[in-house]
């Protein structure tokens, strides 16, 4: 090891851009599985009700009250140099803006090699400076999770603190949790994957069953059995009916 004066890696860029159709033109087609399918309904089988439900209906509810329906930015890490980015935390509300567009969604992009939000004209739209105070500054407060891979013991994800969670009374509300309770029992849809039944989600009729292949398919059939979204309004299905 050798002290180097130049090595700056703690000085990073951050800027505002909008998360819309351009920010998702860079993603690759397929870029989600069925197996992440699955993985996704085993993960979240005991939380439908804060992943789904809480998430969508807060998320509707800003937005039709003429707020920001997305409250929290998108985290965009990224390499100007390298031309690459990642997201982390907020694959879900990626696949709910995708979803969604008219929904209105922002992202800070965070680069250690960018040393102006010029160099990324062209790139993403409306990119604007971060709010700072009188004195230029902007107190950003971060949570550290213990997220060691396979062969580590010392990694971290970041998030920003201001992110709520879903569990939060700000959005698990006794009026969310009723509703929630009364549609479940009237309306739902089988899920499997490549042919195997993983469960349920809410009450289907007899042919409320679906092979989803990504999952996106699970927020298409969530918005359209529990939000009254027509299937129709999405170009690619995600989903196909199981015969």
């Not at 090595?7 to 993603?27: C, L, N």
């Not at 062209?122 to 396979?150: C, M, P, S, V, Y």
């Not at 195997?196 to 989600?201: D, R, T």
């Not at 999952?215 to 309004?233: E, K």
Request: aromatic share 16%; hydrophobic share 35%; glycine share 6%.
């Amino acid at each position: 090891m050798i002290y180097n004066n130049n090595y700056r890696d703690f000085q990073v860029g951050i800027f505002a851009i909008d998360i819309d159709e351009k920010f998702f033109s860079y993603f690759p087609k397929k870029w989600q599985h069925a197996k992440a399918a699955e993985s996704w309904l085993r993960h979240n089988e005991h939380r439908i009700y804060l992943r789904l439900w809480t998430f969508i209906d807060s998320v509707l509810e800003r937005h039709n009250n003429g707020k920001m329906g997305f409250r929290d930015p998108i985290i965009v890490w990224s390499n100007i140099e390298t031309k690459e980015f990642n997201i982390h935390p907020g694959a879900n509300r990626i696949l709910l803006k995708m979803l969604l567009p008219e929904v209105r969604q922002v992202g800070w992009v965070i680069d250690s090699t960018c040393a102006s939000r010029d160099q990324y004209k062209g790139i993403f739209n409306n990119i604007k400076e971060i709010q700072r105070d009188n004195q230029g500054n902007n107190l950003i407060l971060w949570n550290a999770h213990h997220r060691t891979g396979r062969g580590g013991t010392d990694q971290y994800d970041f998030s920003l603190v201001s992110d709520k969670y879903l569990g939060n009374s700000t959005y698990d509300t006794h009026e969310r949790r009723d509703r929630w309770l009364k549609i479940r029992r009237r309306k739902g849809f089988a899920c499997y994957v490549n042919d195997k039944f993983i469960y349920n989600i809410g009450e289907p009729k007899f042919d409320d069953k679906y092979n989803i292949t990504t999952p996106m398919g699970i927020y298409q059939l969530f918005l359209h059995y529990f939000f009254g979204y027509s299937l129709d309004r999405w170009k690619t299905k995600y989903f196909r009916r199981k015969l």
